[in-house]
């Protein structure tokens, strides 16, 4: 007989309480200002012509109760077709109004996480957070990861502990996903890049898992986020507008 499937053990409740504990800001600044001008005025992460938020159907069920911020997402092409078809039966995706209309309280994990996921090693622990590597030529904060707060990095890390101990499937969806890391940066022959569990830069060499300290340099630093001179052409390509000066408190 084939193993039985754990049923999750997840509730609306749990997600009204994971949301009281998961408030913190990514960093001390609006880091959405930065990436909009690339976006058509948006920041990436609240575009489902990029980002498409996938949620747990449990997550969607306490969402209806307290806000209409969102609603069912409808695929537009191919792309957005397969993600659908791909998301396990315990998970459905959703779209939200834009980010004009934000409602902070109402964001969902996905949302507040972003652009992060619960990095597991081989040996299934987890030791830190890495980035969504498809959106680095376009998500800011991934080429300034020293600006994380650790608030939000312990933040994030109580979260995702919480919700493993609730739904096993998420714990196994997130070690896959994080040998996928290893395989895809492994065929770049490039370093994964952490943030630890108390905020500091871990390296990540993907062919062993072995994990080191980082130093300075090993901050990632991305075109066209590499240069002020490249972010700026960057923006007049995009035909969007270059943010004032300095960043504003988030």
């Given at each position: 007989m084939p193993p039985a499937v754990q049923k999750s053990k997840i509730k609306p409740a749990d997600f009204a309480s994971l949301y009281e504990g998961f408030n913190a800001p990514v960093s001390r600044f609006d880091c959405g200002r930065k990436c909009a001008p690339l976006n058509d005025g948006e920041p990436v992460c609240c575009s489902t012509q990029n980002a498409v938020p996938v949620v747990h159907k449990v997550e969607w069920d306490l969402l209806k109760t307290r806000t209409d911020l969102w609603s069912k997402f409808k695929p537009y092409d191919y792309a957005t077709k397969k993600i659908v078809e791909e998301l396990t039966p315990d998970c459905m995706a959703i779209h939200c109004k834009g980010a004009r209309f934000c409602e902070r309280d109402n964001r969902t994990i996905a949302c507040r996480g972003f652009p992060f996921y619960p990095y597991l090693t081989r040996k299934k622990e987890f030791v830190g957070i890495g980035t969504y590597w498809v959106f680095e030529d376009r998500c800011w904060m991934m080429s300034h990861l020293e600006i994380v707060d650790r608030t939000f990095v312990e933040?994030?890390?109580?979260?995702?502990?919480?919700?493993?101990?609730?739904?096993?499937?998420?714990?196994d969806t997130y070690v896959d996903f994080s040998a996928s890391a290893r395989r895809v940066y492994s065929r770049w022959k490039r370093e994964i890049p952490l943030l630890g569990r108390k905020g500091e830069l871990l390296i990540v060499t993907p062919s062993t898992g072995e994990i080191r300290p980082g130093k300075s340099k090993d901050f990632p630093k991305v075109e066209p986020f590499n240069s002020e001179k490249n972010y700026k052409q960057a923006i007049k390509d995009a035909g969007g507008v270059p943010p004032p000066e300095g960043l504003r408190p988030a």
């Amino acid at each position: 007989m084939p193993p039985a499937v754990q049923k999750s053990k997840i509730k609306p409740a749990d997600f009204a309480s994971l949301y009281e504990g998961f408030n913190a800001p990514v960093s001390r600044f609006d880091c959405g200002r930065k990436c909009a001008p690339l976006n058509d005025g948006e920041p990436v992460c609240c575009s489902t012509q990029n980002a498409v938020p996938v949620v747990h159907k449990v997550e969607w069920d306490l969402l209806k109760t307290r806000t209409d911020l969102w609603s069912k997402f409808k695929p537009y092409d191919y792309a957005t077709k397969k993600i659908v078809e791909e998301l396990t039966p315990d998970c459905m995706a959703i779209h939200c109004k834009g980010a004009r209309f934000c409602e902070r309280d109402n964001r969902t994990i996905a949302c507040r996480g972003f652009p992060f996921y619960p990095y597991l090693t081989r040996k299934k622990e987890f030791v830190g957070i890495g980035t969504y590597w498809v959106f680095e030529d376009r998500c800011w904060m991934m080429s300034h990861l020293e600006i994380v707060d650790r608030t939000f990095v312990e933040e994030f890390i109580a979260t995702y502990e919480a919700l493993f101990i609730k739904d096993k499937s998420e714990f196994d969806t997130y070690v896959d996903f994080s040998a996928s890391a290893r395989r895809v940066y492994s065929r770049w022959k490039r370093e994964i890049p952490l943030l630890g569990r108390k905020g500091e830069l871990l390296i990540v060499t993907p062919s062993t898992g072995e994990i080191r300290p980082g130093k300075s340099k090993d901050f990632p630093k991305v075109e066209p986020f590499n240069s002020e001179k490249n972010y700026k052409q960057a923006i007049k390509d995009a035909g969007g507008v270059p943010p004032p000066e300095g960043l504003r408190p988030a």
